[in-house]
């Protein structure tokens, strides 16, 4: 196990719009404010998402299982953001529901939204965090100095 203490920083308020990527708002937010690590809640609607639901394989490197969710439809969420060596990347885990029927996931592909999008993130600040490719796995997690 790897933890660090840290404190909330700055508390960002965004709406996301009819159509809107939800991964590259919510990261262009992190890029332009600088933000390093956060934690992030988002209430609202999504369009369309292709959702990660578990893993398709396991070895000898994990393999996706992807369900496509097409709305519209309603969605609550609460992910990460963390630097990788190309800046800050989200990791979003979300319960979607259209009609009584829902998908729970991370929502990874091409995730719009809907209508609107409510995004509140937090900063955390005093901690040295960053996403690392980890070979074994294949994909980039999250370490904590």
Same mark, same amino acid.
């Given at each position: 196990m790897q933890y660090a203490t840290g404190q909330a920083g700055r508390i960002i308020a965004a709406r996301l719009f009819e159509g809107e990527d939800v991964y590259e708002c919510i990261e262009?937010?992190?890029?332009?404010? !600088? *933000?390093?690590?956060?934690?992030?809640?988002?209430?609202?609607?999504?369009?369309?998402?292709?959702?990660?639901?578990?893993?398709?394989e396991e070895t000898p490197k994990i393999v996706p299982k992807i369900m496509h969710f097409t709305?519209?439809?309603?969605?609550?969420?609460?992910?990460?953001?963390? !630097?990788?060596?190309?800046?800050?990347?989200?990791?979003?885990?979300?319960?979607?529901?259209? !009609?009584?029927?829902?998908?729970?996931?991370?929502?990874? *592909?091409?995730?719009?939204?809907f209508l609107i999008l409510e995004v509140t993130i937090i900063e955390i600040t005093g901690i040295d965090a960053a996403r690392k490719f980890d070979k074994k796995i294949g994909l980039n997690l999250l370490n904590i100095e």
């Open positions: 262009s937010i992190a890029g332009k404010e !600088n *933000i390093k690590c956060a934690s992030v809640l988002i209430t609202g609607g999504f369009r369309k998402a292709d959702v990660v639901v578990g893993p398709e709305g519209p439809g309603e969605v609550l969420g609460v992910g990460t953001l963390y !630097n990788d060596d190309k800046g800050p990347k989200l990791h979003l885990h979300a319960a979607i529901g259209k !009609n009584g029927e829902s998908l729970v996931g991370c929502p990874r *592909i091409d995730a719009k939204t």
